[in-house]
């Protein structure tokens, strides 16, 4: 019974710590601290609530107490001794007054959790930072919980998290949105760091696992409520249109052993229709908000393309190279120009795009990056130069961390003179 109330507590917790956290922000002005006031309300809960039962509120209470861990903070504070129950009184009176504890867990909330958001995502943070951060603060996990997801040591999350609050106390940054001036900017911060959740989760850079599921579906829980709290802003629906799209493969993308099967071999029938209608929506919305097309929204129209295509050779890919071009000319780099040059080569034929991958090779940014010799393999491939193609495969396998990947890397480069597949677009 006791451990059925724990994974109450777990789910509750996910759910409810973000909001308690940002509401707890609002009113402390100190990130650092309303993290350890909802730690404790945490604490509380795995005390009582397996012996007294799980509250019919549950982020009711633990808002009600980590309102008056805090009140016991501020009178505890030595800095303001002297005047701690004037203080005291004065905080609850008018900043803690709870007489409904369900209306002030609703209350300022959307403000507060996109401020919450901003905050995780502040520049002055490094992009590992921000990613631990707002794992912790927004997606609701634990240090260890994300240390396994990345495959690092727990230690090092666990500073990271550390240095990252201590950094916003030592700036003194403002918990409040953007002014319009910034928003544009540090929105496109936020985007970019659930995006890299997601990607890391899709594609895994390192370790045993092609896929880590688990990172794709906190993204996507980002992602919605990004979406809910800036329901005006175009690219936070191209970003949630993407990641539903590409999150409806993610069945059909491994095998039975767990094995790598890139978009050209997976059974389309697998594909989650749900996530893929989704997917469509939020791109629509995100269409009627701004006729100007942003990179996540360009990216979700690539996405579309294959989702409505019911056999690789129905895919649209003209159209594909269009928009690759489009998101070149707004969000110009090698990484974008691969993607175009696998689907120049699907439109035109794979010495077309040869030309534009040889071009990439000239200098040196995507040198340690190893799509590009798999690319350039399958091309050669292609194009029956074999020998070529198998050294290019056997480069790529070096390049990358993935042990899934690097396996089916060198069964193509062994392979080479038998069929083709395809590479993956991304």
């Known amino acids: 019974m006791a451990t059925d109330t724990h994974r109450t507590i777990d789910a509750v917790w996910r759910i409810e710590s973000p909001r308690l956290i940002a509401s707890l922000t609002r009113i402390v002005r100190d990130l650092g601290l309303a993290e350890d006031l909802a730690q404790d309300a945490l604490v509380a809960a795995l005390e009582q609530w397996p012996e007294s039962g799980v509250p019919d509120n549950p982020g009711a209470w633990l808002m009600a107490t980590a309102k008056h861990r805090a009140i016991d903070h501020f009178r505890r504070n030595t800095v303001l001794e002297r005047k701690h129950e004037e203080l005291g009184r004065e905080f609850e009176e008018k900043e803690m007054a709870v007489p409904d504890f369900e209306a002030a867990l609703d209350d300022d909330f959307g403000d507060d959790l996109l401020r919450l958001v901003f905050i995780s995502c502040h520049p002055a943070l490094s992009t590992e930072a921000q990613v631990a951060l707002t794992l912790r603060l927004i997606g609701g996990l634990k240090t260890e919980e994300i240390a396994r997801a990345f495959l690092m040591p727990e230690a090092t999350i666990a500073q990271r998290v ?8 030592e700036k003194r940054v403002p918990f409040e949105v953007p002014r319009r001036v910034e928003l544009a ?45 800036a329901p005006q802003e175009p690219e936070v629906y191209g970003l949630v249109a993407l990641m539903e799209i590409q999150a409806s ?30 997917g469509l929506a939020a791109l629509a919305h995100a269409e009627k908000l701004s006729s100007a097309q942003g990179p996540y929204v360009l990216q979700a129209e690539i996405a579309a393309c294959h989702a409505r295509a019911r056999t690789p050779e129905e895919t649209d890919w003209p159209r594909i190279v269009t928009l690759y071009a489009a998101l070149a000319q707004l969000a110009p780099s090698p990484v974008v120009e691969l993607n175009r040059a696998v689907a120049v080569a699907m439109a035109f034929g794979p010495a077309a795009g040869l030309e534009l991958v040889d071009a990439l090779t000239v200098g040196r940014s995507l040198e340690n990056y190893h799509l590009l010799p798999s690319v350039r393999g399958d091309l050669l491939q292609k194009l029956s130069r074999l020998d070529e193609a198998r050294a290019e495969f056997e480069r790529a396998a070096s390049l990358t961390r993935n042990a899934r990947e690097r396996k089916l890397l060198l069964e193509r480069a062994q392979a080479c003179a038998v069929g083709s597949t395809q590479p993956e677009p991304r």
């Open 162 to 169: 550390v240095r990252a609050k201590r950094t916003l106390a």
């Open 185 to 229: 900017a540090r929105l496109s911060s936020v985007l970019g760091v659930i995006y890299l959740i997601f990607n890391e989760g899709y594609s895994a850079t390192a370790g045993e696992d092609w896929m880590r599921p688990a990172l794709c579906e906190d993204a996507l829980r980002l992602g919605r409520i990004l979406a809910e709290l």
């Open 249 to 278: 493969r993610s069945r059909a993308r491994v095998g039975p052993s767990g094995e790598p099967i890139l978009l050209f071999d997976q059974n389309r029938a697998h594909w989650d229709q749900l996530l893929i209608r989704r």
